[in-house]
């Protein structure tokens, strides 16, 4: 098992517009409904200590709204889904998807050092010692790292998230790989992506225990043929193409709060 | 197969709030509902032989609402079900999932011990001999563990539930393995939940016969980023990287009786 | 293939309950809809000449009320079904599945005797002769065991009814067993089957070509504990660990008719 | 690839009642509602020139009424579409699944002539003197089968409809497998299908690239019991055993038009 | 991985007709519904710039409606989407389903001869000559190719749409196919598609990263029985026989804007 280290706890939220009742509601309430979830998202647009929600207007039937909240941890999660439901457009927005997840980055590298390193220096695994060099190996990670475990959400006009889970099958299994052949997997795979690093940013989570799927990824760029163009050529890579395993992919554009009126 | 002993007979319950007809109540309705089943709840609260009922407020769509209730045998069950769905809010809560099971422990190591002694004091399979020996062993078990067969809800903040079966696929076949492999990966899979053992309290429950998945796992904490590290630790376990398949996972905070209005 | 008889056809109907429209009911419209409904249960209540119709009341969230029909033939079924859905509760009551099948019993024993004994005297497969000896033969055990073929359903306060197909896999597949294999592996899931019988009755009834599974599995028994321990034990039977794929399980509380108005 | 010939196009159109609409409907409106789509149906009743439409009642379920529609072409079917949905009954009516296909016959053994003795006489594959022996075989067939690629729906009592594709797995590959192999294991298969001849009349229709499943198979006979002994003897052919994926089975009893009222 | 070159963004969208709201609203609402809706299809009707939209009647109940745009990029695709909600049949229509993707060429054999060329010459992969080299063959591929990639949709009476994938199985896995074998699948692929290019038009779109499937294929042509025959031809194809999965089949007719009173 690769070390991990862990950041912003995460939710994505998938509504549909409750568009009967919508159309149903009167100008002035459904103005009033708009400006209450439209002030709650402007208080928590702007990234503070890890904490930031942002909108996207979805493409296609999947769903009409998305949300991602970013939060210091799961009650504060909790809150912010509770502050939707009870904000003016909660009424009219129908819950239809969901993925909880948070931060991670999987330190296959840094792993495979500190345990060749411990095991030179004959220190058994899980005693009090070998368990305290790993901790401090993962402190010194969390603090070198920080700015990517508490991301701020990229700017880009356009987001494409999905979540996804390695292969379990009879014969391919990932969790059955060798550490190190997990390793090599992981890194031709990196190098993909840092092809692309000047047009798609993005923050992988990891939601093992905590939803359906073991990663939810999140990509933003300026037009989604670019998620289109980095996908495919990241599934010839040896590790997606044998065990990546794919749930519904969401392409949404980003909405400030004030534009919330012009989508519903 | 593993001789077994049983304990409480449990049902989870998923409840999606009817929000269109909760908001159409009169503030007045409201409250009473949420009196009369925050009533109900609270006589179930506390653990008493047995018999105990905790709410939890869920994260993301899959439901609103997740009730655990233990009881002494399926007819209670049935009576918790029928008053729930009677209480205030039961014209209110949509049943959208639910889980019957019931406290399981699997004896792999005794089943061997009993069936290995047997087998060398010459005492043929089935025999009433036989029987009454493995019946009496079952006895001291269910005497001994009494307390984890009978277990109270743990206090902790967050609860992750989620069922799971083991593979029979073509090839890979936990049915198929011999009882002494099977017992061999259940210790070591063993051995990882118990490093999690202060911060994570578990209660497994059997459904095989009874629902759609094989068992199901309810893990308590303080914080559900523990439920993410164990599970993904006990992933690269023999018996679940090849054998575990897992369905939906629930993460719950718990919500006192008093404090249903809050989450409504 | 083995031969098989055939008795009564079975309906299994899952009802929920439409609990707004019903609970917007008078009081007196409920009454009259319970009273028209539980007279027409209490007229198929006993068994007679192979009719019957029994009530349970389902635990969790699958269906409320499951309906056991057995009748002489599938008009007789379809008849059932109009009734119900023409009595006073059939506005009231949504169909969320069912299965449709006929009692059956498979002659593998039989089968193979009967097919041997035709092959020693040289008589031709599918020539009249040898499907007038095939034919006799099945109405000998027809007669024989009729009582099984058109059964009482017990009395039992619980019901688990689940549908299951026989694997057809890329490289374990049922029917391309060898006759002689597949009686082999029945006859010891049979001796596990009979272990159980004086806690457990059992209806197997045969749905190819009739409804999406291969075969529906009733078992009736004074707890639910009980069919997760025969279920369990049989998992390990070669015929189940290799060959069985299982559809959803339901556990019912049997209803008696004038008790319908308790678990609405 | 066996050449086809095709006939009659075919809707199959399965209704659920939207029994609360229907029931909130005036008696004078729902007579004049039954009397207006018996009236369509009626009209369709008789077989003429391959147009045809007949309505069953269905077991359980899945759905209330299955219409199939035989028609000239798929300009015809989408107007019987559109004349049912507007029809008395149209508003009543929830479309809850559907198969579009064709009457297709496979010519597995005139494939393999004509394409035998096109290569012994030396004529190049796709070329025009290929095309038109190919091409004026087919025309012979066409008219020589006429009366099953246009045919009658048979008056037996009851429908056995269910969808079917054959296998494209991992090993186990219908397509793949050579023309000579497919043929032999269809004329078996057919070898079965005629011990049934007088008990069960048959359509099969093609469905590749018209619908989601490969084939439809309509068979017809007075008693459902018939099905079953037919589908289960048949599931031990091998070309059923290994290759056969069923969809959906509906059952139903023939509703003429001027019973159309008593089935709702 | 072959290089792509991609044109006009593309949006199917299914909607069913909301019948029950539908047929409440008064004559004339239901005409100017039409008439905005109409008027809105009828400016986008003709082929300008790659800009097009085309409404098809669906057969069957997967949808009533299926609209495909073609725009310029994503961002119009989503103000159509919008424009279309907002019309006067918006809240008439709920959407069922969607596929959003892009017009691709994948250039199987402008890639190997470009690699080829390139690495003949010594030019290391991934440098800026190499970059520079590919993109220029890309440019040059999109100029002579535009016709194809901005296309405009076929006047044909009949649409065949469907999305696919290439499987990602255990031991059959197109990513883990070498170039070389997948540019000689494709080129027999398109050999079949060739044969049937009087008759049927299709275009291409890609999706992977956009959308769940990875291709969709939209067929165009003036009886659906010809996409029967082209379908069932292709998939005796390796690629499609081995590869391909297949998600759901839309067979629509193409409705006029000014006939869209006359399918509602």
Not at 153 to 160: F, G, L
Not at 163 to 187: D, F, H, I
Request: hydrophobic share 45%.
């Amino acid at each position: 098992m690769p070390l991990t280290i862990e950041g912003a706890a995460v939710l994505h939220q998938m509504f549909r517009l409750r568009r009967t009742a919508w159309r149903a509601l009167p100008e002035a309430g459904r103005a009033a409904a708009i400006a209450g979830t439209g002030a709650q998202l402007e208080a928590w647009s702007a990234s503070s200590e890890g904490r930031q929600s942002v909108a996207y207007a979805v493409l296609g039937h999947k769903c009409d709204l998305l949300l991602i909240h970013l939060r210091r941890d799961f009650r504060e999660l909790a809150e912010a889904q509770a502050a939707v439901a009870n904000s003016g457009l909660g009424d009219y927005l129908e819950p239809v998807s969901s993925f909880a997840s948070v931060v991670e980055m999987s330190l296959h590298d840094a792993t495979v050092n500190v345990y060749s390193s411990l095991a030179e220096r004959g220190i058994e695994p899980h005693t009090e010692e070998w368990k305290g060099e790993v901790e401090s190996m993962l402190a010194r990670q969390r603090q070198a790292l920080a700015p990517r475990l508490w991301p701020e959400i990229p700017e880009s006009e356009y987001v494409c998230f999905y979540p996804m889970s390695r292969k379990r099958g009879e014969n391919v299994n990932w969790y059955l790989e060798p550490l190190q052949a997990r390793q090599q997997m992981m890194l031709e795979h990196g190098v993909v992506g840092r092809r692309y690093a000047d047009d798609v940013k993005q923050i992988i989570t990891g939601s093992i225990g905590l939803d359906d799927w073991e990663w939810g990824v999140d990509l933003f760029g300026e037009d989604p043929l670019i998620f289109k163009k980095l996908v495919y050529e990241m599934r010839f890579d040896r590790v997606s193409a044998a065990f990546a395993e794919f749930g519904s992919f969401y392409i949404g554009a980003r909405v400030e709060p004030a534009q919330l009126a012009a989508i519903l």
